[in-house]
């Protein structure tokens, strides 16, 4: 059934026989009532309005489409770090734009989100007036995934690509001891007559959200994933979270992306790099104090005023030539089907929210 929390069941929409895409569960939730739930939360645990609202639909939006490692799941990181004092809830982050294309974010020790927000009025006047804006935040806590950060530029005709970097949890290619955080990439382009096309994905094997679920589960890695506490290979989701680490993907090749992530998210912006992370006296906190490198382009400017469609066509090759989907697509077919039945949120995790917003 679709729970709306505070408003009856719609009994209209349970009938819908489509098949859901990712884990069955209990009960079904609608966005606006899961977001509202989670702003409580966020509320309740010291964060300013502004912060909870854009962390609350952060969360429900990553549960919606199946983004499950950095849904619902990541509250009690988000309120371990808020209620440790390691991240500042209510901080105001400080924009300098240094050229016309170039904008400086001290996000002050609060989370990544809030701070684009802040400086997204520079952003969209350094695109209009150079077709580029390069936004450099540092001291931000990135803790969810970067599509939300890129797919709405990409909805506006933009192209978007941004780098974080984190805590370390990844071994070198051919390294024991982790350097690197899992230093996503997300990517976001316009496609002519689609949702945009949106590419987001860890620069390690898996994301460590991923392992932290098949440790709950209680079920093996694939092979090649990460390695124990003394670097040797292992397959134990529990040895590679207990001071063990993951590889990064495509072996040395991908190293060296996850150094190009680590040199933008972390050096570039001013901020810190993954190993400089160190929680102190605030254990159990989970957010890596880290940095974030974004780019906004405006593709018209590079001469090709149909770049969307060229872009589609791309894509169409891609299927004709026999790729399975494109990257995003099964994101949109969990938007579309929550959308229409509810964001699907097992009794349990509910509850367990219900009691943290205190109702
Ligand atoms: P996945 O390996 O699950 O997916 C990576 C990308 O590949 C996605 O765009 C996905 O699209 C696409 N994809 C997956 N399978 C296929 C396929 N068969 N054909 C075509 N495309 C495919 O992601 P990761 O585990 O690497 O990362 C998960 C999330 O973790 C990301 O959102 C990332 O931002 C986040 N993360 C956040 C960190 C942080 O510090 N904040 C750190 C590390 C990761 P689709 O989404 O549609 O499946």
Not at 151 to 165: C, D, K, Q, S, W
Not at 331 to 353: A, C, F, H, M
């Amino acid at each position: 059934m679709i729970r709306t929390l505070r408003r009856p069941p719609t009994p209209l929409l349970l009938s819908a026989a489509i098949p859901m895409t990712h884990e069955q569960q209990h009960v079904r939730v609608e966005f606006d009532a899961l977001k509202s739930l989670l702003l409580q939360i966020f509320l309740k645990h010291g964060t300013s309005q502004t912060v909870a609202d854009i962390l609350a639909a952060n969360c429900a939006g990553c549960e919606r489409d199946g983004a499950i490692s950095h849904g619902i799941f990541r509250i009690p990181g988000y309120l371990a770090s808020l209620d440790t004092g390691w991240v500042d809830g209510k901080a105001e982050p400080e924009i300098s734009v240094v050229s016309p294309s170039f904008i400086r974010i001290d996000a002050r020790n609060g989370f990544a989100q809030p701070a684009l927000a802040v400086a997204a009025d520079a952003i969209d006047a350094a695109v209009e007036a150079t077709g580029i804006a390069v936004v450099a935040t540092r001291n931000s806590h990135h803790f969810s995934a970067l599509w939300p950060d890129v797919e709405p530029f990409a909805r506006r005709g933009l192209m978007a690509i941004t780098f974080v970097n984190g805590l370390a949890n990844v071994v070198p290619h051919g390294g024991r001891a982790p350097v690197y955080g899992t230093n996503p990439i997300a990517f976001a382009t316009p496609v002519s007559g689609a949702d945009p096309l949106v590419v987001d994905q860890a620069t390690s094997v898996m994301a460590n959200g991923e392992v932290r679920l098949h440790a709950l589960a209680n079920r093996s890695l694939p092979e090649g994933t990460g390695v124990d506490r003394n670097g040797i290979p292992s397959t134990d989701p529990h040895a590679v979270l207990a001071g063990g680490a993951l590889n990064t993907f495509g072996g040395y090749k991908g190293s060296s992306i996850a150094l190009m992530v680590e040199l933008m998210a972390g050096a570039l912006t001013g901020g810190q790099l993954s190993f400089e992370n160190d929680f102190g006296d605030c254990l159990g906190a989970q957010t890596p104090k880290a940095g974030q490198l974004l780019i906004v382009i405006d593709p018209e400017r590079g001469g090709n005023n149909d770049f969307a469609r060229r872009v589609s066509v791309l894509c169409d090759r891609l299927i004709e030539a026999g790729q399975e989907r494109l990257p995003g697509a099964r994101r949109y077919e969990n938007r579309r089907q929550s959308t229409l039945l509810g964001i699907p949120v097992s009794d349990g995790k509910l509850l367990e929210l219900e009691n943290l917003a205190g109702n």
